[in-house]
């Protein structure tokens, strides 16, 4: 299982998407202006094209042209089994004046997850992490005091039948920073997750809001309603 959650990440492997990842990304935008457009990106469905082929939110990006001659650009990335809020440029000025918010630390980003474990309380992980990889295993996030720096905010919010529901809110963007710090800083791996839990039918990782900063213009504060994949978890919250 772990094997080939592995290889679907590095995009070794065709992918089948639902019908609700197939519906016209069109009807998913939660925001737009002239600079950006915030869509409820679909969990299946990845941000760029994976190197075997198949749909991605920019080889589908025509569909959120709204009159524009340029398709718009993602300004950042959320893995492919991740929903919700995806920042997308309109035009290459406001792509980089994103991307410098992004880097710079100003963007406010808040996902809700559902972990393995009962915790209670808030805290802050301060886990560097680095890449490693095996021929059994593919790729994964591990804890390493030589990594990147990479931390966490995180708050449980409701606990049910040995599971939390959690608000993580990230200073810095590594690649699967929530994922592995679940799982390593609060050893409570998130429910779903094929490379740092037990897999099963969807990971219950949402980017539930998204606050962007704007120098002219009021700043960009969306959030994106729990997928039906939470259950009853969207009425606790």
Known sequence: MVHSANARAQG???ISLSKTVQQSLGDRVLFIDGEAIVLD???????????????????LADELKFGFHRSPAPVHRLDRDTSGCLLLARNPKSRAAFAQ??????????????VDGEIGGEGLIDLPLVKISSAEEGWRMVPDEGGKSARTNWRALTVAAGRTLVEFRPETGRTHQIRAHARYGLDAPIIGDPIYGTGGDGMLLHA?????????????DVTAPLPERFGDWGNAF
Request: glycine share 10%; proline share 10%; aromatic share 8%.
């Open 12 to 14: 070794e492997a065709p």
């Open 41 to 59: 990106k679909p969990a299946g469905l990845p941000v760029d094209e994976p190197r075997a082929g198949g749909e991605s939110v920019a080889g």
């Open 101 to 114: 918010s992004f880097e710079s630390g100003k963007v406010e980003k808040f996902y809700l997850a559902v």
């Open 208 to 220: 539930f809001r998204l606050v962007v900063p704007r120098e002219k213009k009021a700043a960009i």
